[in-house]
């Protein structure tokens, strides 16, 4: 067996015992291994399926840059990479920990080796025939409803280059083993707690129906999808956990769903025409100049091919707006400035179970430049990281005392920390004489402070300016408070990995990759820059993010110093 190597100076390997504690903290029950009863195991055996009628097509595009990295033997996932020797399955190898474990068992890689010629088809075939040699039958880990639902579909999404080409003897046991895990997908669905495995298992019931089936089971598994995605998506369209990324994600499942069922000539449902419809308007609105999606909550801005693949394969262009005021969030556009607020409450269990506690949070980009963002998230990314990106701190916005504006709590049934709050989250919007304003307020520090933050935004009507005030004010139905000692606040604006920033007398210069210049500039005398991380790109990157700092007065109104703050961006001229 080859070893595994780590070869890019990441942080030393955890041992077994830290590894299996911090999976089972932050990954909860969908992370604990599958248990099944005999009857189970009786119930999905069986002889493999007669052969596809019908193959899923590509959505979205297969990674041939990665396809070209594996090729190399280098499987790289979020902070972990591993060398492999040619002719070795990636588990035969010393997993870095479960989380490399669980996104390696999902096979989303796998249409990625098949960019890559003859040699490319012969290493896939190798892979997951090595896989069915060792897990088969069952494995406990690999064998989780949501890992094995997306293994499913990453498998059928590679069609007949992985079920009709290669040996027949090898084909079959591919089919085979792919009845028997959608047979156990299938059966555990309806009981899963936790949402992307119950999507999955959604979707992959009317394929499996429509390509493997020949329709049999059909009207029950598109009465299961329609229920869920009246469960997922709010009426404008947006995934209820409030990630652009799912939605994405989402979408693209659809679309799939829909292309099947329109090439085996059959009725596409109008609940199915109707989502795509609602999904793909939300997508394009959190869509960037540079093609990716906005990180909010557990999203990242990997892969803009992927974005523009799946809104191409809408029937009818996605509707434009720009309020969203069913998930709560507001955009302003001007030239090339687009600014995008999160200005909605948190999603409820199970939804929130990956959400962030970033009231008031926005993305700041001028064109194809980032500026302002938050740390991001990615699938990819180690679970320690991602539970820690989920703080208030953590995102472009006020944070007093340390203190998360929304609590978070326990959910029972996924052992899942989720926000709740903030109370009262709210904004109003004007436009008049092509400017937009924006005012909103949440009482996530109201309980414990006695304080309500307020941002009001103003952008011109040329984009090249953004002025803001953040205050801190005291209701004054709450009274006078007893307690008058200054409570210690910090307002965070992250800069994306690609801005570097330089002190210039009275302001922060801003300057982008792409040549882009911006200036920031507070009449707050504390503000400094900072270290920071970024998850939005699927590795862990160092960053920088001004931080404006003091002490506000409990009792204060707001209206003035130190408990209101003034700030503003302007572009440089030229630039």
Known sequence: MADAKRSDGQRPRRSDADDAALWDRFAGKPGEDAKVSAVHRLKIAGSAPDGFGLHMRQIIPPDTLRGETLMRGIWRIGTDRVTIEDGV??????????????????????????????????????????????FGRFDGFSWRTGCAGDRVWNWMRCGAALFEQGDPVACELRLETLGRQVRHVLALVDGEVEPNARWRGSTLGVVHAVCLGRGKGLDGALMRLDSECTAQFLPDGGHVSRSPARALRCLADLITVQDVLLRSDRDVPE??????ARIGGMVS??????????????????????????????????????????????KLEKGKTLLVLDAGAAPERPFGDKAHAGALGFELHDGEARIITSCGCSPEIDITFRAAVRR?????????????????????????????GPDGISAKRLEEADEIWLDAQHGGYKRDFGLLHRRRLFMSGDGKRLTGEDSLARPVSAGI????????????????????AMTAGNAIILTSDLGVKWRFKTSHARARLEETIYLGRGIVERSEQIVLS?????????????????WAFLKVPGA
């Open 285 to 330: 609105f959190f869509k960037a100049a540079d093609g990716g999606v906005l990180p909010f909550h557990d999203g990242d801005e990997r892969w803009p091919e992927a974005v523009d693949a799946v809104l191409n394969h809408m029937i009818e262009p996605p509707r434009k707006f720009s309020v969203a005021p069913k998930s709560g969030f507001h």
């Open 89 to 134: 399955a990636p588990w035969g190898v010393a997993m870095p920990s479960r989380h490399y474990a669980n996104r390696l068992h999902r096979f989303d890689w796998l249409a990625d080796l098949f960019t890559q010629g003859q040699a490319g088809i012969d290493r896939a075939h190798l892979i997951v025939d090595d896989w069915i040699e060792n």
């Open 392 to 420: 208030t701190s953590a995102h472009s916005t006020l944070v007093l005392q340390d203190k998360d504006s929304s609590s978070f709590v326990a959910n029972d049934d996924t052992r899942l920390l989720y926000p709740e």
């Open 550 to 566: 003091g002490k506000a007065q409990p009792n204060s109104d707001g209206s003035g110093p130190p408990n209101c703050i003034r």
């Open 271 to 276: 609940f199915i025409e109707r989502w795509v």
């Open 481 to 500: 408070a007893e307690d008058e000692t200054p409570i210690p606040y910090a307002i965070r604006f992250h800069l994306h990995p690609t801005i570097s």
